[in-house]
């Protein structure tokens, strides 16, 4: 009457010991953590046989501290970038149709990703509209099929230009994926660990960095847009008001307060065209930043300087002038060192950002957060501490109410806690304070299917012929309570799961996969359990 | 010897006084709603936005020294509390600072932090930083959202699966169930003015869940006595049923605690607030279960006739002679 077939059996057994397997590397943690850095940087390593899975828990960082970033990207950042690159060639367009349009003004617009262009003969604007419009391309996007890339329209002699919704939205899709990759790249230069990296919504991103000092530290890394051009100086002056005339800028300098320059807009080369960037000295011991640029770079660089021998050019960062040396002579090979303030510090973030180059927009911070790593630490001792009792208190109520079935659901509570750990560590799924509690609540919770068969056996005790049909009784009738109990409960952890972030979103990566290791284990292991007892020993009655 | 927490074969009757019942829950809940409109909660920086940092020094915790030192920054609100935990080393004195958002900075300010961390190293030179934690105004916002909208989602799909699984009455019985334990941890929040944010929301969608897990075995056991016994009124039914699990709710109600309790104390502080309302919500989601639930489908009623369904049934026996 109590059969298992063969098959099921296997299969149990099987479950559980490749959970145990699965789980094993979490015990040894530091010593197995080190074996999979030296794989990964050598790919071999000592201290762990390679024949055993080495899948870790990943610890959140809220248990082994670290930063936390949410940045959102000033997507409209580019649509000025965009539209001012515009202008030369609608400008050149315009011209060449001077004697149906007349004069071609630029307006001063509070807007810069709006242009406003006036024009002399109010009679040619159609023509105007029309000759800009040829100027458009089709946006590059699934969903912007069809469209073009700028709208253009007119009211009296003033035309408007600006980007289309739809490329708007192709760019700012762009701009988001680019930003992400720059980050990536900046963050894989500073070789921290299992950096994530994550796109949120349309236009977010989400850097989680375990071990770094603090989320300072890294914005200094990523924080920075890192746009490097090499500018002509016109002068330098002392105040910011100065006039600085058709196509020109007036910029402040790094570290010298009150001075400025005024620059042609212009850049002669820009960081795009670097292709190496490194942390060195002057000749006079001081640390700099020693760069090259590519063919093209290199040869723009070189025709520059040996035209314009005896003037200065600035070096400029993100709207700063770092300095603005003399060219002394033609430099050709396309090298260079850019000299400054620095602290060797300052020069090596530099040398970084300029190597992973820059972000295409600007990033704004909505979320910050540093988690020593000493508050990690405690966290997981008194978690440990908490998880133990927990765990023996339960073992001891469950033993002092069922007895040998109390015995019986121990040991499935125990594979339990282990498959939990199993799957955590073959999914990779990160291990959150919340997560531990979620845990800590799956091994009260656990005992639940057991207690709900248990109970059931025990009623059945008292009108069936025997005690093996009151356990099978018990099984099938407990089941459909198990059953629905659980669903609803797993309802809640996928959409906290779905809706959550963060140290949530772990608590409900635990408590889900708790809810299906506690339904396994206690229809199927607990079961065969029992079914092995009873087979052996045949009692006639039954004391649960 | 085995462990019984109630004798075998119980027979209480859990209708004598379920309109007192009944109508202390209902109190219990305009309580929580009028405590949550006059005091309100105590949200943490998650729903608020603003900064917390939390500091770790051997000297103990002076918080008018605290205050002084960043009073000059002129920040606005800033709370400064000190923490005390069983877990924490003799030396370890802990302090949370709560300072509020600036109102014009979408953006969180390195400044702010810097400026904040070097006044009060100043004032305490050994003092550590061992968390730092800033939320900007438009996330916080938005947490609030999306936490609202996971709240009403879970209810809503439990809602729908219980429909399904059992029938309406059910669903509307377990689902005031879950509001009443919602609104009662709430409730309790704002009471004891424990700190409210993102973690308090997924312990909420946990109680939840087990609320509904501990209605579920009830309403099980209802509808298969329902098929059992089908002249008995629905009182004797429910009670029976109510009965019949009451080993079993207590059984795993009570291993759930103590694994809380266990955590509660010995968890540390960073969570406790998270347990605190888990344990809480276990206990009202037990006690809900059986005198809101149960009482409610009581007075509901229920279709009776579990076997056949269908409009051919329905029909007068007469007419089942006539053919």
């Known amino acids: 009457m109590l059969q298992i077939e063969l098959w099921k059996k296997v299969a149990i057994w099987l479950v559980v010991v490749a959970g145990l397997l699965l789980a094993l590397p979490n015990a040894f943690y530091n010593r197995v953590e080190t074996y999979n850095d030296s ?402 609540l799956t091994i009260g919770m656990a005992v639940d299917a057991n207690v709900l068969v248990f109970e059931r056996i025990r009623e059945e005790l008292k009108t069936a012929k025997g005690p093996a049909r009151a356990i099978q009784l018990g099984y099938e009738k407990a089941l459909s309570a198990i059953i629905d109990a659980n669903i609803t409960t797993f309802i809640t952890a996928v959409i906290l799961y779905a809706v959550g972030s963060g140290p949530v979103r772990g608590f409900a990566i635990t408590l889900g996969l708790g809810i299906l290791t506690s339904v396994f284990t206690a229809i199927y292991l607990t079961r065969l359990l029992i079914v092995i007892w009873f087979q052996r020993r045949r009692p006639k009655t039954l004391e649960v | 010897m085995r462990l019984k927490l109630i004798p075998d074969d119980t027979k209480f009757d859990f209708f004598k006084a379920s309109k007192i019942w009944l109508g202390i829950s209902a109190f219990l809940i305009v309580l929580a709603l009028v405590s949550v409109s006059i005091r309100g909660l105590n949200f943490g920086i998650d729903f608020r936005g603003g900064t917390t940092i939390r500091t770790e020094s051997a000297q103990p915790v002076d918080i008018a020294g605290y205050r002084d030192a960043v009073a000059a920054l002129d920040l606005g609100d800033v709370t400064i509390t000190e923490i005390f935990d069983p877990t924490f080393r003799p030396d370890q004195n802990v302090a949370m600072i709560r300072i509020q958002a600036q109102d014009d900075t979408e953006a969180v300010s390195q400044d702010l932090i810097n400026a904040v961390e070097g006044a009060l190293q100043a004032a305490v030179p050994d003092i550590k930083f061992v968390s730092v934690e800033s939320v900007g105004p438009k996330v916080s916002g938005e947490l609030i959202k999306t936490a609202a909208i996971a709240v009403v989602l879970a209810i809503a799909a439990v809602l729908v699966y219980i429909w399904l699984r059992f029938e309406w009455q059910f669903a509307v019985g377990a689902v005031v169930a879950l509001i009443h334990d919602v609104a009662l941890t709430i409730g309790i929040f704002s009471e004891v003015g424990i700190r409210f944010d993102l973690a308090i929301i997924a312990a909420l969608l946990t109680i939840v869940g087990y609320s509904l897990n501990d209605t579920v075995v009830v309403f099980d056991r209802v509808r298969e006595n329902l098929r059992k016994y089908k002249q008995m009124p629905l009182k004797d039914v429910l009670n029976l049923s109510i009965n019949e699990t009451l080993s079993r709710t207590l059984m795993t109600s009570g291993t759930t605690l103590i694994a809380l309790i266990a955590l509660l104390v010995l968890g540390g502080d960073v969570i406790r607030g998270f347990v605190f309302a888990m344990t809480w919500g276990v206990i009202v989601g037990t006690y809900s279960s059986i005198f809101v639930a149960s009482a409610l489908l009581l007075r509901l009623g229920v279709k009776r006739d579990w076997t056949k369904s269908g409009p051919k049934n329905t029909g007068n026996k007469f007419a089942d002679i006539d053919a």
């Open chain 1, 39 to 440: 794989v990964a940087a050598t790919g071999e390593g000592e201290g762990w046989p390679s024949f055993l899975p080495s899948n870790l828990v990943n610890l959140g960082l809220d248990l082994r501290g670290g930063a936390h970033l949410l940045a959102e990207v000033r997507v409209q950042d580019v649509y000025a970038t965009r539209m001012q690159s515009m202008w030369p060639e609608i400008r050149d367009r315009l011209r060449d149709a001077r004697a149906e349009v007349g004069t071609i003004r630029l307006q001063d617009s509070s807007d810069p990703s709006v242009l406003q262009i006036r024009i002399g003969e109010a009679g040619g604007v159609d023509r105007a509209v029309q000759l800009i419009e040829e100027l458009a391309r089709p946006v590059t996007s699934l969903t912007g099929a069809g469209a073009t890339d700028i709208t253009v329209s007119a009211q009296g002699d003033v035309i408007t230009v600006q980007l289309s919704e739809a490329e708007k939205l192709a760019t700012d899709d762009r701009t988001v994926r680019q930003s992400l990759e720059i980050i990536r790249r900046r963050i894989d230069e500073v070789g921290t660990r299992e950096p994530t990296i994550q796109r949120q919504g349309t236009d977010r991103i989400l850097i989680q960095v375990p071990g770094v000092g603090s989320a300072a530290e890294l914005k200094d890394i990523i924080g920075t847009t890192a746009q490097l051009t090499f500018q002509p100086v016109i002068s330098r002056t002392s105040s910011a008001d100065t006039a600085p005339g058709a196509g020109n800028e007036v910029l402040p300098s790094l570290d010298e307060q009150g001075v400025y320059y005024v620059l042609e807009t212009a850049p002669v080369v820009s960081g795009e065209e670097l292709v190496d960037a490194q942390p060195s000295f002057d000749q006079n011991g001081r640390p700099a930043v020693s760069f090259r640029f590519n063919t093209s770079g290199a040869r723009k660089f070189g025709d520059y300087t040996a035209n314009n021998i005896g003037n200065p050019f600035a070096i400029v960062l993100d709207g700063e002038v770092i300095s603005a040396p003399v060219i002394q002579s033609h430099i050709p090979g396309g090298s260079g060192i850019i000299t400054g303030n620095f602290s060797v510090e300052e020069s090596t973030n530099l040398a970084v950002l300029l190597r992973a180059g820059a972000l295409p927009a600007g990033l704004d911070f909505l979320e910050e957060r540093t988690i020593g790593p000493e508050l990690g630490a405690d966290s997981i001792e008194a978690g440990k501490i908490a998880t133990t009792v927990a765990f023996i208190a339960v073992l001891v109520f469950m033993v002092a109410s069922y007895g040998l079935f109390g015995i019986f659901a121990n040991i499935a509570l125990m594979a339990n806690v282990v498959l939990i750990f199993g799957l955590l560590s073959l999914l990779g799924a990160t291990l959150t304070l919340p997560g531990i509690a979620g845990i800590v």
